[in-house]
């Protein structure tokens, strides 16, 4: 199994990017990974901060006694763009984000963090702004029981539900008009999920519903999640439909969230 070495967290120094700070702070020492907090300075925002004073008041009051290796970045530039170059500089295994919540205004101007969803280039934790969960001790993922799942892209959640010898509920939603999944695909991919978490004690399910987006999060918060996974198809981030089912979670969510980019 690949190692999750490197974790990146893009900070504004706003309150829902210090709730993100803190999961991060406490995933990446958990599992002895480097931490990159990063701040993009947009020439366009009408605040500006002394950016180095900031970075300051987050070692005193965030990193204070903590045993992990932290590197701080500061760029400038587009803020999407510059995320993006500094994971695949720095090769980042995973995003930490926060995002401000869900509302008509929010889907349509977007947000740095909605932008990043749209094509992800790393597994993606997005952390709602009053998530108090830190430890995940209960995993869900919402499958795919068309698509075949690869360890190779789903190592993130694999390393961190062994190193918090989390729960693992696997859980496919029916709709009625998609297509039936076959006993005999079932079967495999079940069987592939089972290899992925021999060390996790994990159940299967199925989910009636309608609504996809809508049974997800229901799920999630009906059986006290602490992070919901959904696998991404990079292959077909173009179809409207499968973008909005991350972008969606990502708003309505009440526990963190994490997007694997899958093809």
Known sequence: ????????????????????????????????????????????????????????????????????????????????????DTIAQTKTDLTIMGIKGFGDRDLVI??????????????LVVVPPKSTTLNPKHI????????????SELYVINYI???????????HVDQPELVAVGDDNESKIRKSYDKLFS???????????????????????GNDIDLLTVLHNTTRHKDSHQRSVSKQLAFLAKSPLLIIPVK
């Open 1 to 84: 199994m690949q190692n999750l070495q490197k974790i990146l967290i893009p900070t504004d120094f706003s309150p829902v990017a210090d709730n993100a700070l803190v999961y991060a702070i406490n995933l990446a020492e958990n599992i002895c990974a480097q931490l990159y907090i990063l701040h993009v300075k947009d020439e366009s925002a009408e605040r500006q901060f002394d950016v180095e004073e900031k970075f300051n008041h987050i070692k005193h009051h965030y990193l204070f006694n903590r045993k992990l290796n932290v590197e701080f970045i500061e760029r400038e530039g587009n803020v999407v763009s510059c995320i993006k």
């Open 110 to 123: 977007g947000s740095v963090t909605a932008a990043v969803i749209d094509s992800p280039p790393c597994a």
């Open 140 to 151: 869900a993922i919402a499958a795919d029981y068309l698509a075949m799942p690869q360890s």
């Open 161 to 171: 539900s062994e190193a918090f010898n989390s729960r693992v509920d696997i859980f």
């Open 199 to 221: 060390y996790n004690l994990h159940t299967f399910s199925q989910v009636e519903g309608e609504h996809l987006v809508k049974t997800i999060a229901d799920y999630a918060i």
